[in-house]
């Protein structure tokens, strides 16, 4: 009997071990899973303008006050939210999408990427999804988005959570942007492995482990739409408005967070966006890279409920009326 189990023991360890390394892209959807289930999130999909949305929603009971739309950053995904969820389940509904080109949604080729282009889409669906007001917290490219769908439709947006915000035109430029402005090769997209593993060095100043195989197949997916990527980043950054400019007189309640160490834009810039909103509260972090929501999630989570319970406290905001729910069928 002992031989049989030690027979079986064995078994179960090379069995794992194969399932690591040959099957690392059924390791890495195993581990998003777990994580989207530990932040109460439920994985759904919807159609929006003949375009399929993959998105996620849940967390705690939805109110007319609780309802955060969270916007991803260029070449991310929905699941980079993953974490900071975990410690939102509790006081806020959560609506994560990937947006169109990204992660799961649908990857039909769209000529336009410019910031209005995105934010349009955005709009198209929360409306089709029944959200009506809602706060809205963005990463990066999200940042950027979501505070041009802030400026264009201010009563749809409650409040307005900005995570090292892309397009702040006149920033001092970061590591990775002295070498686009000299010409040089842009970083943010990997044409190798090696690449790949520099963007996530830029991306993170404490990176966190991910296994070797695991790697590769992120590596890969990525090496897959480089070419999309590059049409996606010039029209980010040359067919798209400055960020201080969108945002000169917002009155929408604005939360600002950078990492200090930020390698991809400049924590300057937040000193940039308080010049044309000097009544934001900005928050930088030390030690912190371009992902605050990844690096530091329970300090994100702590910093954006104090500012969304400050919304509430007298004097503050009246509740939003609560629309008509639609949701989509799980994936």
């Known amino acids: 009997m002992k031989k ?12 794992a071990v194969v399932v690591w390394f040959g099957f690392p892209g059924f390791v890495y959807i195993q581990s998003m899973k777990l994580e989207r289930s530990m932040a109460d999130l439920d994985a759904a999909w919807i159609e ?7 998105y996620q929603e849940g967390g705690a009971e939805r109110t007319t006050e609780n309802v955060v739309v969270m916007i991803h950053g260029f070449t991310a995904n929905k699941d980079n939210w993953n974490r900071l969820g975990k410690q939102l389940k509790d006081d ?40 009506q007001r809602f706060h809205l917290m963005g990463n990066s490219m999200g940042g950027y ?9 201010p009563d749809r947006v409650i409040s307005q959570s900005l995570l090292a915000p892309g397009g702040v035109a006149s920033a001092t430029p970061s590591k990775a942007f002295e070498e686009i402005v000299d010409g040089r090769r842009n970083q943010l997209i990997s044409g190798s492995r090696e690449e790949f593993e520099g963007l996530l060095d830029l991306a993170f100043e404490n990176r966190p482990y991910i296994p070797g195989p695991v790697i590769d ?15 996606m980043f010039d029209d980010l ?20 967070i950078w990492g200090e160490e930020d390698q991809i834009l400049h924590p300057d810039g937040a000193l940039v966006l ?17 992902v605050p929501m990844l690096e530091a999630p329970e300090q994100v989570a702590d910093d954006f409920l104090s500012f969304y319970r400050g919304l509430y406290g007298p004097g503050g905001l009246p509740p939003a009326e609560l629309e008509s729910s639609q949701t989509a069928k799980p994936e």
Not at 4 to 15: C, E, N, Q, R, S
Not at 48 to 54: C, E, Y
Not at 218 to 224: E, G, Q, S, T
């Open 4 to 15: 049989i189990l030690l027979g079986l023991l064995a078994l179960m360890i090379v069995g």
């Open 48 to 54: 929006v303008d003949g375009k399929g949305w993959s």
């Open 92 to 131: 806020m509904y959560m609506v994560v999408p990937d947006l169109p080109g990204f992660g799961n949604s649908d990857p039909a080729a769209i000529p336009d990427y410019t910031i209005e282009a995105q934010a349009e889409r955005l709009k198209a669906f929360v409306d089709e999804i029944g959200l």
């Open 145 to 153: 988005i979501a505070a041009v769908f802030s400026a264009k439709y």
């Open 217 to 231: 197949h992120l590596a890969k997916r990525h090496m897959a739409n480089s070419t999309l990527y590059e049409g």
């Open 237 to 256: 950054r040359y067919r798209s408005p400055p960020l201080e400019g969108v945002m000169l007189g917002t009155r929408t309640p604005t939360l600002i």
């Open 274 to 290: 308080l010049t044309v909103v000097p009544a934001a509260t900005l928050l930088t972090y030390k030690g912190i890279g371009h």
